[in-house]
């Protein structure tokens, strides 16, 4: 992989344990930038099928620019879907990006103008490391179909539970086991929750496709840090002046739509080398689980995705920036 020849500091972490949030707080952050300047830079495209079992064909980047799936006209990044051809081999035409650089820890925030939606969708703006599921997947950005509240969620090996985490120290709710409990569990083989269901929190707003859309966007602010896995959402008029500034104060933001502790109850060694992945998929093991009652009368997700390429115009990310501070 490509590296950046950016140098790091190294910063001093003050952890305040206060009621909600304990995060890492610097006057001197680091910050990696993408934008319409060098986005498609910063990242690999991924040619191979798709882990998840999408009706999906992911195509490179020359494939991509000549296609039109890409670019960055008017200073913004466009990441779309054929949505002009029947599809056929395997699947329809989108791309699934992975970052050259892999990161340690850092406040992500990616600043979007809007994101796939449809019946049949299934995109995601995530965290990955190598060996998964030993070193963790932080999903920041995750739903399917006709959903219009993010999900965010942690998939781990072995030993990573959020049954600890007070439910007043964030404002979305966790999803369900299969006994109808909080799904709080990591562990992608965990008991009692569907396979690789993780711990996920379902945020209490519209900010997931056509709900996101719908804001005109808005600006995911994720922390990581050896304490906390915190995520927060803000329309682009609420973003915080500091975040804005680009000297952010998680501290000041108010409660998180998602809180996952780390500690004994998970070492933060769950999560190590994490790559930023950006992608969009089709069906496969849950959009295509749940299309007939998420999108009843339209046939197959697969039959659906295939024969309806007008429908996926709207699958398309629109992104003024990613940055990453550390």
């Not at 500091?242 to 933001?253: A, S």
Request: glycine share 12%; charged share 10%.
């Amino acid at each position: 992989k490509n590296k950046d020849k950016m140098q790091y500091k190294n910063i001093i972490v003050l952890f305040c344990l206060v009621f909600f949030v304990g995060v890492a707080v610097s006057d001197d952050w680091n910050v990696l930038t993408y934008d319409s300047s060098n986005f498609f830079d910063g990242f690999s495209f991924w040619t191979y099928d798709d882990p998840t079992h999408g009706y999906v064909n992911y195509v490179s980047r020359s494939q991509a620019q000549s296609e039109g799936l890409i670019n960055t006209n008017n200073g913004k990044v466009y990441i779309g879907a054929d949505h002009t051809n029947v599809a056929s081999g395997r699947g329809r035409n989108a791309i699934r990006l992975t970052s050259t650089r892999q990161f340690n820890g850092g406040i992500f925030v990616l600043d979007l103008n809007h994101m796939p939606q449809g019946c049949g969708t299934w995109p995601a703006y995530w965290l990955c490391g190598p060996n998964w599921p030993n070193n963790g997947e932080i999903d920041i950005i995750e739903g399917v179909n006709r959903d219009l509240k993010d999900k965010t969620t942690l998939h781990t090996s072995d030993g990573c539970s959020m049954g600890n985490v007070p439910t007043n120290s964030f404002n979305g709710q966790w999803g369900y086991n299969n006994n109808g409990g909080p799904c709080d569990n990591c562990y992608v083989n965990a008991p009692n929750q569907c396979a690789n269901c993780g711990c996920g929190i379902v945020a209490n707003q519209g900010n997931y496709g056509a709900g996101l859309n719908g804001l005109g966007g808005g600006v995911f602010a994720t922390v990581w840090n050896s304490s906390r896995i915190i995520a927060y959402f803000f329309t682009h008029s609420q973003v915080p002046a500091d975040l804005r500034n680009g000297n952010p104060n998680p501290n000041g933001w108010g409660q998180p739509y998602a809180n996952f502790i780390l500690g004994s109850n998970c070492p933060p060694s769950h999560f190590k080398d994490m790559s930023v992945i950006i992608n969009l998929t089709f069906c496969g093991d849950w959009a295509g689980n749940v299309f007939g009652q998420d999108c009843p009368g339209l046939g197959s997700c697969q039959s659906y995705v295939q024969n309806n390429p007008g429908k996926f115009e709207p699958a398309y990310w629109s992104i003024n920036s990613l940055k990453v501070f550390t």
